[in-house]
């Protein structure tokens, strides 16, 4: 029997106390899901994905939508302009209907609000499962690494 590698998730939020909850939830969750990393605005998360983007991880992003500098909104345009397929949970203190429809325009995969951390376990875990989505037509994929200036 093959077993799948356990879900791998980076975590970015510029408050290092919402990092935290967010690790101990999918920890405590004991699911299997593996914290590669942690970013604290959008350019660290943009690196990030970069370094870890040739060992195939992460399988998941929880993005802060309010960051300094850019949103979280801007950030998942910029990652997912660079690697289509990157699943996106975009978490905020409080997620509107038009912050979700503008989310899921963008191709963000799904919102949370904060205090609905418990959900991130099982989120994290279907779309971990989940198919990866087609990639855009050749020439609409930027081939270059992730930096501050991709845009969408």
Not at 7 to 14: E, G, Q, Y
Not at 49 to 71: A, F, K, Q, T
Not at 99 to 108: K, N, P
Request: proline residues 8%.
């Amino acid at each position: 029997m093959v077993r799948n590698p356990p879900p791998t998730v980076l975590i970015v939020d510029d408050e290092i106390d919402i990092r935290t909850v967010v690790r101990v939830v999918l920890e405590s969750a004991k699911r299997g899901i593996e914290v590669v990393g942690e970013a604290i605005d959008g350019a660290e998360a943009l690196e990030t994905i970069e370094r870890l983007r040739g060992e195939g991880r992460p399988d998941v992003v929880i993005l802060d939508h309010r960051m300094p500098g850019r949103s979280g909104l801007e950030t998942a345009k910029n990652i997912l302009a660079a690697v289509p397929e990157q699943r996106i949970i975009l978490f905020g203190t409080t997620i509107t209907p038009k912050l979700e429809a503008d989310a899921m325009a963008a191709g963000i995969a799904a919102c949370v609000g904060k205090l609905d951390v418990d959900r991130l376990p099982d989120l994290v875990l279907t779309l971990a499962a989940s198919p990866r989505p087609e990639r855009r037509a050749p020439g609409r994929r930027r081939s270059g690494p992730l930096n501050a200036s991709t845009r969408a």
